[in-house]
């Protein structure tokens, strides 16, 4: 459909009261003189057609703010805690882990109005784009401009599909602005559907467009790996429990009768998923993508450096462990203030969970509860640990990892651990000295603006920032990256061919450069670790732990645990920290409860607002809402 000649202000107007519409693009119509801006102006000139582009980019979620605050994926899962008297200046999500969540609660992420207005916005130029030879819009520019809207529209509904399940479906049409009122009145189609819509668009679409471009103004812009990639998460996802013959879902249909999920297992699709991870990783490897490292002067991985700076190095830089990054728009400026003590110009009471320390592995490379580890959680260190040529500021404090005086749950602990929790007597950077997380303590003013658990978060921090100068470092917004895949492939693997060598490759790529012991079918010695590589269980068990602490706080844990159907169990409870009111050590280490949360079957899927109901006669909520 072409709306060439028709005033766009008025074209707006025609359908904006009954369905969501490209709203945020009126930045781009704006009035000239005694008339009004239609597409064919719109279209004829190279600034707004970039901004027309831009503004259909513009829904792919922020890294930062975006997963914690406002989308809320990493709050949602068992990794991150804000402040809970935060939900006062607005934070939404907050109120969802303690149970009061209902189909007329409100979500800043607003998928359902929002990804529609971007998918109209991309059907639209791709109806409308054409060359501009003068103005420097080739004929070939086109072509790649209209693939990137086709990803954008799989995507969006990919993320739709991700986050409500079944949804309205109408792929390859926008609604014409002669509608009438049935035209809107859509039901939901089954999700496989839509997954398997988005899983061919993807496949054509990477066929169209490059694995990565030369030019530094096309970093973000959609590329054949970013195609790739959100295929192969996409995919794991269609082959996990929730939705892969789920009898929890058995009689959940639409007002057609029709199933809205899969109620028959299908080994075949964990088949499938591993083939498209596969896919993934082959082409990324082919055109240069490769794991971030950082080396010592011997030529050694310094998991250290490699594992802080893996999240805050730019493509441009070297970072080819990139596949997709969102280029701007990334609030990683208020991400730092709220993981950084007040008293150092911060709001600091955004957090980890104890269960995320509990998840890490100690030096050895084992985890916590193995006899073998050499863990030990109660008592104090005497000496600083030196880590080899690695972290932070060497040249003051010698390369120190911990600190006489460190309480031994954090001493022993694998790099990762390191890089991604703040803990009481650790190392912080930006003002060169020890945490003081103690009630009453330099970093502990005991209000909601303090270390609610006694932990911040270090993970995606930089250590060249400066908060209370306002200060920050730019840092990419990284959506998806080849470790990830490589975790993906494997856990596939395991899934549909128990045994495959390739689940230690890959597992032991990602250990390898996280500085812990790989694993082998061999002898245990100094270096590996023996696994059961035939043992389908153990090795989900050890694939499961790995995700846990090498994807941490980057938005991916809350859909694992939906996908395993996990939620039910793992946010459902009490969590646990340190003594938030503790004054001395005595007081301050010792396991306390510090928040009962509550997750429901429902919570599976977020249930569509109640005012979409009322509007929609053919629309039936998810499953389990009430």
Request: hydrophobic residues 35%; negative net charge.
């Amino acid at each position: 459909m072409k709306i060439m000649k028709a005033s766009i202000f008025k074209y707006i107007l025609a359908v904006a009261m009954f369905t969501p519409l490209l709203s945020s693009c009126a930045d781009y119509l704006d009035k000239e003189e005694d008339t009004e801006l239609t597409l064919d102006l719109v279209f004829e000139d190279k600034t707004r057609v970039e901004g027309w582009l831009g503004n259909a980019y513009s829904a792919i979620p922020d890294m930062y703010m975006g997963t914690g605050r406002y989308l809320g994926w990493d709050i949602l899962g068992d990794d991150q805690t804000p402040s809970e008297r935060w939900r006062q200046w607005n934070w939404k999500v907050i109120p969802y882990i303690l149970g009061e969540w209902t189909p007329t609660s409100e979500w800043d992420g607003n998928y359902w109005n929002e990804l529609p207005q971007r998918i109209r916005e991309a059907y639209i130029f791709i109806e409308n784009v054409h060359a501009l030879p003068d103005q420097g819009i080739t004929p070939s520019e086109v072509t790649y401009m209209k693939a990137e809207c086709r990803f954008l529209i799989a995507y969006y509904y990919y993320l739709l599909a991700n986050t409500y399940g079944p949804i309205p479906f109408h792929p390859d049409h926008i609604v014409p602005t002669d509608f009438n009122l049935n035209d809107l009145m859509e039901p939901q189609r089954p999700y496989d559907e839509i997954i398997n819509w988005v899983d061919k668009e993807l496949q054509e679409v990477a066929k169209v467009l490059p694995a990565k471009y030369s030019e530094s103004r096309k970093y973000g812009r959609a590329t054949s790996i970013m195609c790739l990639a959100v295929r192969a998460r996409m995919l794991l996802f269609a082959a996990s429990p929730l939705v892969n013959g789920n009898p929890d879902y058995a009689k959940f249909t639409n007002k057609q009768g029709e199933n809205l999920f899969s109620t028959t297992y299908d080994a075949t699709r964990w088949k499938k998923a591993a083939d498209a991870c596969k896919e993934l990783i082959d082409a990324a490897e082919a055109a240069g993508y490769k794991l971030y490292v950082e080396r010592n002067a011997d030529g050694s991985v310094d998991p250290y450096m490699s594992l802080q700076n893996m999240m805050l190095t730019r493509f441009d830089e070297g970072n080819t462990e990139i596949l997709f990054a969102r280029p701007g728009g990334n609030d990683y400026t208020e991400y730092e203030k709220h993981c950084t003590p007040a008293n150092s110009g911060g709001s600091g009471g955004w957090g980890v969970t104890q269960s995320l320390v509990d998840a890490f592995f100690t030096a050895n490379g084992l985890p916590i509860d193995d006899p073998d580890s050499g863990y030990v959680e109660e008592g104090f260190s005497e000496s600083n640990t030196i880590a080899n040529n690695s972290i932070w500021d060497e040249e003051v404090n010698g390369g120190a990892i911990t600190y006489a005086g460190t309480y031994n749950m954090y001493c022993n602990r694998e790099p990762r651990f390191y890089v991604t929790v703040s803990f009481n007597n650790s190392y912080f950077t930006q003002e060169k000295r020890l945490f003081q997380f103690f009630n009453g303590g330099r970093d502990n003013i005991h209000t909601h603006d303090a270390p609610q658990n006694g932990y911040l978060i270090r993970k995606k921090i930089s250590p060249k920032s400066n908060t209370k100068e306002g200060n920050f470092t730019y840092r990419p917004g990284i959506v998806y990256r080849l470790g990830e895949a490589y975790l993906n492939y494997a856990e596939a693997l395991n899934e549909c061919e128990p045994g495959n060598q390739q689940i230690l490759t890959y597992l032991n790529k990602i250990r390898e450069r996280a500085g812990v012991r790989q694993y082998t079918t061999g002898a245990t010695d100094e270096n590996f670790i023996h696994v059961n590589l035939s043992d389908q269980e153990e090795m989900r068990r050890l694939i499961h732990a790995e995700r846990r602490v090498e994807l941490c706080c980057e938005g991916i844990r809350y859909d694992d645990l939906r996908r395993w159907k996990e939620a039910e169990t793992v946010l459902n409870g009490d969590f646990y920290g340190m003594d938030y009111n503790g004054k001395d050590a005595t007081s301050f280490y010792k396991r306390t409860v510090y928040q009962t949360r509550v997750y429901k079957k429902a919570y599976y899927w977020f249930p569509i607002h109640q005012n979409e109901i009322d509007k929609n006669i053919n629309l039936v909520q998810n499953p389990y809402w009430k």
